[in-house]
C-alpha cells in the first residue's frame, strides 16, 4: 500500500492552563504571614514546523487527535506550576493549512517556518499575585484557562522545479530514474505511479528537483482517475513537460490528441485555482517542453520524428529521448536546468516579500494597555425580553478564570468588568437593573441578572476570606424607598390615633390619648426623688 499522504484533517487541542493557588504562609509567631499561592502554568500550543526530512503526513492520517500537554497548577509557598511544553508537528516544505470551510490560514513555506494551530491556555493566577496594599490576604484565585480547539485540513503542495505531466505509462517514472537516483515504482501497466516522486537532477552547477505526477487522463480536473488528487502538485512547478508516449498502441491515441488532451485538463484546473489564488500564473503561461519518449522503438522513432515539426510550430521545444538507451536525456537535462535557472532569477522574492507570503496568526494575547475597551455589546430579544450580549477577549477569559462558588472571587470579577467599562457601556445602551447579561459564545456562555455594583471595592469591605458582603445586600433600599417607608409608617401612626380618638369619644375610653398621656408624665415627675 502507498505510503504517500498529501491530505488529512487534523484535530488540534492545545493545553488546559493550570490553576492559581489560594495559601497563605503560617510560620511561628507568625500566624498570618502573608498569601503565597503561586501562579498556574500557561498550556503548551500544538504548532507546525517545517521540515526538510518530512516528505508525506502519513503521521497525522493515522494520528489525527494532536493535543499538548497541560500547565500544572501552582503551590503553597510562591511555587509556580510549570508551563506545558509546546507540541512540535513536522510538516514537509509546502504544506497549506486550511480551515473547514476552506479558507486558506497559512502557506508553510522554508525551513523552519511555523505556524499554531491551537493555542494553549493561560494560567491562573495565585493569591499571592492578587494581594495588594488593600486586599492584603486575597481568599481566591483565578482558574486557569482551557486550550483553544481547532480542526484544521492540511494539504501538501509538493515543491518542485519541473513536473513531468502525461498519461499513464507514458514513461515519467522511467524518466525520472534514468535522471536521478529516484527508484520508483515501474511496470507495463497504467497507473503503475499512485503517488508523487521526487528526483534530484543535477545539470551542470543547477541542481533541480523534478516530479513525477500520477497519470493523467481526460476529465482529471474533473475528478476522473487519479488527476484530481495529484494535480495541486504541480502548482509550485516552474515549469511543466509533457511526456508523450509514441510507442502506443491504443485506439484512438496518437501523440498531438494526448498533448491537446493534457493541456486541456490543466487549462480546466488552471481556472479553478485562479478562483482561489489569482495572483499565481496560470500553468498555461509557465514555460513548457515536450518530451517524445520511447524512440528506442523504430515505429516510435519515425513517429516524432513526423511530428516535431508540428509541435515546434505551436512553440515548444521538444527532445526525443529514450529512457531505456539513455539517449538524448543528456540534453534533456541541460534544458530543464536552463529553465530553472530562469524562472528563479525572475521569481525570486525579497526578504519583505517572503516574511509577507507567509500567513502567520494574530498573537493569542495582547499587550497590557493595547485595545483598551476590547469588547462589544449588542441587545437581543428573547422571549419579549432584553437580553444583552457581550463579546470581546477579555471578558470571555475572565469569566473563565473565576470561580463562582467563591463569593469573593464574583466580587472581583464584578470590579474588573466595571473598571473595563462594561456597566457604563451597559447603562448607555439602555440596560435597565434585572436585564439578563450574557457574556460568551450563546452555547457556553454565562447569563446573570444585572445588578449595579458599588462605588467601592470588595477590598474595601470587611468580612472573612472568600466573602463578599456586597453579594448579601440583595434589597438594599434606596433614599426614596427609605423616605416612602418613613412616611407609611408615619401615616399609619396617625390613624392608629385617630382610631383610638373616635373610641373615646363613643364611650370607650374616658379620656382621650392626649389626656392619658400627660397624666402618666405628670405621675413619673411626681415619683422622682427631690433634689435639693
Not at 484533517?9 to 489560594?22: E, L, Q, R, W, Y
Not at 511526456?243 to 487549462?267: F, H, K, M, S, Y
Not at 510550430?313 to 521538444?318: A, D, H, P, T
Request: charged content about 30%; proline content about 6%.
Amino acid at each position: 500500500m502507498a505510503s504517500f499522504v498529501d491530505r488529512v484533517i487534523v484535530h488540534a487541542t492545545g493545553g488546559n492552563g493550570g490553576h492559581g493557588c489560594v495559601s497563605i504562609r503560617r510560620e511561628k509567631f507568625k500566624p498570618l504571614g502573608g498569601p503565597d499561592g503561586g501562579n498556574g502554568g500557561d498550556g503548551g500550543s500544538v504548532i507546525l514546523r517545517v521540515d526538510g526530512q518530512s516528505t508525506t503526513l502519513l503521521g497525522f492520517h493515522h494520528s489525527p487527535h494532536q493535543k499538548a500537554p497541560n500547565g500544572e497548577p501552582g503551590k503553597g509557598d510562591l511555587r509556580h506550576g510549570f508551563k506545558g511544553q509546546d507540541l512540535i508537528l513536522s510538516v514537509p516544505d509546502g504544506t497549506v493549512v486550511k480551515d473547514r470551510k476552506g479558507n486558506v490560514l497559512a502557506d508553510l513555506l522554508g525551513e523552519g517556518t511555523e505556524y499554531v494551530i491551537a493555542s494553549g491556555g493561560q494560567g491562573g493566577l495565585g493569591n499571592a499575585a492578587l494581594s495588594s496594599q488593600k486586599r492584603k490576604a486575597p481568599g481566591f484565585a483565578l482558574l486557569g484557562t482551557p486550550g483553544a480547539e481547532q480542526e484544521v485540513e492540511l494539504e501538501l503542495k509538493s515543491i518542485a522545479d519541473i513536473a513531468l505531466v502525461g498519461f499513464p505509462s507514458a514513461g515519467k517514472s522511467s524518466l525520472i530514474a534514468a535522471m536521478s537516483a529516484a527508484r520508483p515504482k515501474i511496470a507495463d501497466y497504467p497507473f503503475t505511479t499512485l503517488v508523487p516522486n521526487l528526483g534530484v537532477v543535477q545539470a551542470g552547477d543547477t541542481r533541480f528537483t523534478v516530479a513525477d505526477v500520477p497519470g493523467l487522463i481526460p476529465g482529471a480536473s474533473q475528478g476522473k482517475g487519479l488527476g484530481l488528487e495529484f494535480l495541486r502538485h504541480v502548482e509550485r512547478c516552474a515549469a511543466l513537460v509533457h511526456v508523450i508516449d509514441c510507442a502506443t498502441l491504443e485506439p484512438g491515441r496518437d501523440p498531438l490528441t494526448d498533448l491537446n488532451a493534457l493541456e486541456a485538463e490543466l487549462a480546466h484546473y488552471t481556472q479553478d485555482i485562479q478562483d482561489d489564488a489569482p495572483d499565481t500564473v496560470p500553468l498555461t503561461e509557465r514555460p513548457r517542453m515536450v518530451v517524445l519518449n520511447k524512440i528506442d522503438v523504430p515505429e516510435a522513432r519515425e513517429l516524432a520524428d513526423f511530428i516535431r515539426p508540428d509541435l515546434e510550430e505551436r512553440g515548444y521545444r521538444v527532445f526525443e529521448v529514450s529512457t531505456a538507451s539513455h539517449e538524448g536525456l543528456r540534453q534533456l537535462g541541460f534544458a530543464m536546468a536552463e529553465l530553472v535557472a530562469e524562472s528563479r532569477v525572475e521569481n525570486e522574492p525579497d526578504e519583505a516579500e517572503a516574511q509577507a507570503h507567509v500567513v502567520r496568526p494574530e498573537p493569542v494575547r495582547k499587550r497590557r494597555g493595547e485595545q483598551r475597551k476590547g469588547f462589544t455589546i449588542s441587545r437581543e430579544d428573547r422571549g419579549g425580553e432584553p437580553l444583552w450580549h457581550v463579546r470581546g477577549e477579555k471578558p470571555e477569559r475572565w469569566v473563565q478564570q473565576t470561580d463562582f462558588n467563591n463569593d469573593e472571587a464574583v466580587g472581583y470579577l464584578a470590579d474588573r468588568f466595571a473598571k473595563l467599562g462594561i456597566e457604563d457601556e451597559l447603562f448607555r445602551t439602555g440596560a435597565r437593573p434585572g436585564d439578563a447579561v450574557l457574556i460568551g459564545p450563546e452555547d457556553n456562555g454565562v447569563v446573570f441578572d444585572w445588578e449595579p455594583t458599588m462605588v467601592g471595592g470588595a477590598e474595601l469591605l470587611g468580612g472573612p476570606r472568600g466573602t463578599d458582603l456586597r453579594l448579601g445586600e440583595t434589597n438594599r433600599p434606596t433614599r426614596r424607598e427609605k423616605r416612602e417607608q418613613f412616611y407609611d409608617r408615619m401615616d399609619a401612626k396617625a390613624e392608629a390615633r385617630a382610631e383610638l380618638e373616635a373610641e373615646r369619644k363613643a364611650g370607650v375610653w374616658t379620656e382621650s390619648v392626649d389626656q392619658a398621656r400627660s397624666r402618666q408624665t405628670d405621675q413619673r415627675r411626681k415619683d422622682l426623688p427631690e433634689h435639693e
